[in-house]
């Protein structure tokens, strides 16, 4: 079952701030995490991928931030794993690896935004939250002007049958 799931709210706008999650098995980097930018974003942390999904979903989560070294399935598989059911989420891959391998399985796959190496500087995460969410606004309005689009399409062609009717 493939969810279509769009950034914003209920899909006419993009909130304020970036809805950002952060997914790691480690409490003590949720907590720096959420208290370092909870002025900047609103923060959403889990510590296993099953609420982290389900978070994505609930709260429409526009930015997910995972670490690659996690106990139950690594940040790539987790990436790739909502990449189908939320294609509009900008995702960011946290690793502390220096062997290359999971960063250009991330990248050959197509399902991160940015990597980040640990360990990483509060400066760094921002910036590229606010290019990942500069990327989510582009995708929006894409979107959005492709739905109106296909709006205007759908009356020229009931005008147009309109007229050949007649």
Known sequence: ????????????????????????DD???LDSFKANFRQEFEVFTATNPVEAYNLIDSERIQIVITDHNMPSMSGVEFLESISKDFPYVQRILLTGFTDLVPV?????????????????????????????????????????????????NQQFEFILRQRLLS
């Open 1 to 24: 079952m493939t969810m279509h799931y769009s950034p914003g709210n209920s899909g006419s706008e993009l909130d304020e701030m970036p809805r950002v999650l952060y997914l790691d």
């Open 27 to 29: 409490q003590g980097n």
């Open 104 to 152: 250009v399985e991330a990248v050959n796959k197509g399902k991160v935004f940015r990597i980040l190496t640990k360990p990483f500087n509060m400066k760094e995460i921002a910036k590229m939250v606010s290019e990942a969410w500069d990327q989510c606004k582009d995708l929006f309005e894409k979107e959005r002007q492709i739905q109106q689009l296909t709006r205007q």
